[in-house]
C-alpha cells in the first residue's frame, strides 16, 4: 500500500468520526470553569465544540469564560445566555439544542475529563445502535482516587446488573447522547420545575422508553468533586431521594433500582470526614529543614 493511499484511508477514517460537542451548564461557578474548560481544550482529539451555557450567573463566571476565548482563540469555545428560567434542566434543554455536532457530550462545570475523553466518546458510538453513553468518574478533590475510581466504576457495573440491563442510567457529570436521540426525546423529558428529580436519570428513562440504546463505558472517564459532601445531612438527604421522587415520575417500581440510593446514605459521614481530612492536609503549607 502507498503512502498516499494510507494517508487518505485515515483522512476518511477521520472524516467519518463523528463530531462531538461538549454541554457545560453554569451557575455561579467561578470557581471551576477554567479548569474545567481547559481539560475541554486540551483534548487528544479536539471536539467540535466547546458549549457553556451561563444561567443567570451573578459573579465572574462569564467573564472568566470570555476570558478563556481570548486566551484560546483556536479553540471553539462558545459562550451562550439561558436567561429565560433558572434552573439546570431549561439550562442544559438550551445547550443541547444549540450544539450543532453529531454527538452531544454533557458535562458539569466542576468536571474535568480526561484527555481523552473526546476520543472515547467516538469510540463509544462506534457502534451505530448506541444512542447514549456514560462512564465512571474520578473524585479529584478526594483521597485515595485511583481507589475512588475503581470504587464508582463497580458500582456503575453492579447498577447494571440489578436492573438486569433494562435500564441503564446515565451519568449528568459524564454523558453523551447523539443529536438525533435527543431529538427524539427533547419534547418528552420532564421541565422539573420544583427542582425534586434526577434530571440524568429522567433522560435515561425517557431513552428506555423509546427502547434507544445506552451504552456504559469505561474508559469514558470524567473527574468532579465531591463537594456535594459539603451539604448538611438533611440537604443531602434530599438529593439521594431525588432517585425515587424521579422513579416515581415515571411509575418506575424496582426495588433494585433503590441500591444507588443505600450506598450513597451509607458512605456520606465516613466520606466527608475523609473529605475534611483531605482539605487541612492538602491546605497545609510545606515545611522545610528546622522551621
Same mark, same amino acid.
Given at each position: ?151 464508582? !466504576?463497580?458500582?456503575?457495573? &453492579?447498577?447494571?446488573?440489578?436492573? =438486569?440491563? /433494562? $435500564?441503564?442510567?446515565?451519568?449528568? *457529570?459524564? #454523558? ?25 436519570? !429522567?433522560?435515561?428513562?425517557? &431513552?428506555?422508553?423509546?427502547?434507544? =440504546?445506552? /451504552? $456504559?463505558?469505561?474508559?469514558?472517564? *470524567?473527574? #468532579? ?67
Amino acid at each position: 500500500m502507498s503512502a498516499d493511499k494510507s494517508s487518505g484511508d485515515a483522512l476518511n477514517d477521520a472524516a467519518q468520526l463523528p463530531r462531538v460537542s461538549i454541554v457545560i451548564p453554569a451557575y455561579n461557578e467561578e470557581s471551576v470553569i477554567r479548569q474545567c474548560l481547559i481539560a475541554a481544550v486540551y483534548q487528544s482529539v479536539p471536539a467540535h465544540e466547546i458549549i457553556v451555557v451561563d444561567n443567570l450567573s451573578t459573579d465572574r463566571t462569564a467573564a472568566i469564560v470570555g476570558q478563556m476565548q481570548l486566551e484560546y482563540p483556536e479553540s471553539p469555545i462558545l459562550l451562550l445566555s439561558q436567561d429565560q428560567d433558572q434552573g439546570l434542566i431549561p439550562t442544559r434543554n438550551f445547550g443541547l439544542n444549540s450544539a450543532t455536532g453529531d454527538i452531544l457530550g454533557r458535562i458539569d462545570a466542576d468536571s474535568v475529563v480526561e484527555p481523552d475523553w473526546v476520543e472515547q466518546v467516538q469510540k463509544a458510538f462506534q457502534d451505530h445502535s448506541v444512542q447514549a453513553a456514560t462512564g465512571p468518574v474520578v473524585y479529584y478533590d478526594m483521597p485515595m482516587r485511583r481507589f475512588g475510581l475503581k470504587a464508582d !466504576d463497580k458500582m456503575r457495573q &453492579l447498577m447494571l446488573k440489578l436492573a =438486569k440491563h /433494562q $435500564y441503564h442510567f446515565l451519568f449528568g *457529570s459524564n #454523558m453523551a447522547l447523539r443529536a438525533s436521540a435527543w431529538k427524539t426525546i427533547r419534547g418528552e423529558t420532564c421541565r422539573d420545575e420544583k427542582d425534586e428529580m434526577h434530571e440524568d436519570i !429522567d433522560l435515561s428513562l425517557h &431513552l428506555a422508553d423509546h427502547e434507544l =440504546k445506552v /451504552q $456504559y463505558w469505561p474508559q469514558m472517564v *470524567s473527574g #468532579m468533586s465531591a463537594r456535594r459532601l459539603e451539604d448538611s445531612p438533611r440537604d443531602y438527604r434530599y438529593y439521594v431521594t431525588r432517585f425515587d421522587r424521579t422513579y416515581k415520575a415515571h411509575n418506575v417500581k424496582k426495588m433494585a433500582l433503590k441500591a444507588p440510593m443505600v450506598v450513597f446514605f451509607s458512605v456520606y459521614f465516613p466520606a466527608k470526614l475523609l473529605r475534611a481530612i483531605h482539605t487541612v492536609n492538602t491546605a497545609q503549607p510545606v515545611r522545610r529543614g528546622g522551621q
